[in-house]
């Protein structure tokens, strides 16, 4: 069975950094296309990085230029760096494959003003 295992989140000032893991047991994070996405209070859940099996990247707009996406597969884990956080990046954050339709049980992002 495969399960997607979310850590990193947290407690940060705007400006701050953060990086997100997503390990995956199970399954090869290196032959799954990778999603991150993230849900705010209230909001629907919105893409925010990709990372492909070939390792190309792609960034919602709001992202883009701040946060990275990355893939260690010997650790068979995703990341994604977040950096010059903003009090809206405030959400829970999934790691998602789309292939199977599996999701992380999220963990939670918060920054303060």
């Known amino acids: 069975q495969v399960q997607l295992v979310e850590s990193g989140g947290g407690l940060v000032q705007a400006g701050g950094s953060l990086r997100l893991s997503c390990a995956a047991y199970?399954?090869?994070?290196?032959?799954?296309?990778i999603v991150w996405y993230r849900q705010a209070p209230g909001k629907q859940r919105e893409w925010v990085a990709v990372?492909?099996?070939?390792?190309?990247?792609n960034y919602a707009d709001s992202v883009k230029g701040r946060f990275a996406i990355s893939r260690d597969n010997a650790k068979n884990t995703v990341y994604l760096q977040m950096n010059s956080l903003k009090p809206e990046d405030t959400a829970v954050y999934y790691c998602?494959?789309?292939?199977?339709?599996?999701w992380g049980q999220g963990t939670q992002v918060t920054v303060s003003s």
């Open positions: 998602c494959v789309p292939s199977t339709g599996e």
């Open positions: 199970g399954s090869i994070i290196s032959s799954n296309v």
């Open positions: 990372i492909t099996t070939g390792g190309s990247t």
